[in-house]
């Protein structure tokens, strides 16, 4: 069975860190870009972060550049979203998902999305 599952996600501190796994199982997510997305309550869905399949091209939302650092082990098959000086507005599930029908590394569209983990949950609060 094709999926995704992240982990990591806890209650922080402003300030302080959290690194997000994405392990991928069921098939070879190395073929395809992997995207971070997050939800908070009330809000919509909204891209963070993606990587390409190679890991050479990397995009981030203006909200979190400079703070967070997306990067893909394709041996382990596992994409990691290392996430630093923590904001409480960064509060939210993060979800990872796989573009297996463009295989594009975007952002601002989930059309190439089909496969998305459960989610994690990241508190940032003092």
């Known amino acids: 069975q094709l999926q995704l599952v992240e982990s990591g996600g806890g209650l922080v501190q402003p300030g302080g860190s959290l690194r997000l796994s994405c392990a991928a199982s069921g098939f070879t997510a190395d073929y395809y870009s992997i995207g971070w997305f997050r939800q908070a309550p009330g809000k919509e869905r909204a891209g963070v972060s993606c990587i390409s399949k190679g890991g050479d091209n990397a995009k981030y939302a203006d909200s979190v550049k400079g703070r967070f650092t997306i990067s893909r082990d394709n041996a382990k098959h596992t994409v990691y979203l290392q996430m630093n000086s923590l904001k409480p507005e960064d509060t939210a599930v993060y979800y990872c998902?796989?573009?297996?029908?463009?295989?594009?590394?975007?952002?601002?569209?989930?059309?190439?999305?089909?496969?998305w983990g459960q989610g994690t949950q990241v508190t940032v609060s003092s």
């Open positions: 998902a796989a573009d297996t029908v463009f295989g594009l590394c975007v952002l601002k569209s989930f059309r190439g999305y089909d496969r």
